[in-house]
C-alpha cells in the first residue's frame, strides 16, 4: 500500500502565493507521473500540472507561468509553487500520484485526500 499525504493548503490574498507538498510513503518502488488535480466549488476537477518521471511538465492553460510542479524523488515528494494566486485558482487540491510498489510489475492510481485552497480578492 502507498499513502499520499498532502499540506501547503490555505487562506491567502489574491496575488499571494503557496507551496503545496504531496508525500508519498510505503511500499514503493518508483513513482512515475504524477498530477495535481483541483476542484472547485460546483465544478467539475481539472487537471491543473503534471511532471513525468524524467521531469517533464505540463500545465493547465490558466495556471501557466504562474504555478510550478517539481518533485525530490529521494524524498518522495511533488511539489506545486503556486504564484500570482487569483480567486478562481480556490479549490481543493490533489495529488494524484501512479507508483509501482515493490514486487509488482505495473504502476496503481493513488490519489491524496485533498488540501484545501482560498484565495480572496
Known amino acids: 500500500q502507498v499513502q499520499l499525504v498532502e499540506s501547503g493548503g490555505g487562506l491567502v490574498q489574491a496575488g499571494g502565493s503557496l507551496r503545496l507538498s504531496c508525500a508519498a510513503s510505503g511500499n514503493i518502488f518508483n513513482i512515475n507521473a504524477v498530477g495535481w488535480v483541483r476542484q472547485a466549488p460546483g465544478k467539475q476537477r481539472e487537471l491543473v500540472a503534471t511532471?513525468?518521471?524524467?521531469?517533464?511538465?505540463k500545465y493547465l492553460d490558466p495556471v501557466k507561468g504562474r504555478f510550478t510542479i517539481s518533485r525530490d524523488n529521494a524524498k518522495n515528494t511533488v511539489y506545486l509553487q503556486m504564484n500570482s494566486l487569483k480567486p478562481e485558482d480556490t479549490g481543493v487540491y490533489y495529488c494524484n500520484a501512479f507508483v509501482t510498489e515493490t514486487g509488482s510489475s505495473y504502476p496503481i492510481d493513488y490519489w491524496g485526500q485533498g488540501t484545501q485552497v482560498t484565495v480572496s480578492s
Open positions: 511532471i513525468t518521471s524524467d521531469g517533464t511538465t
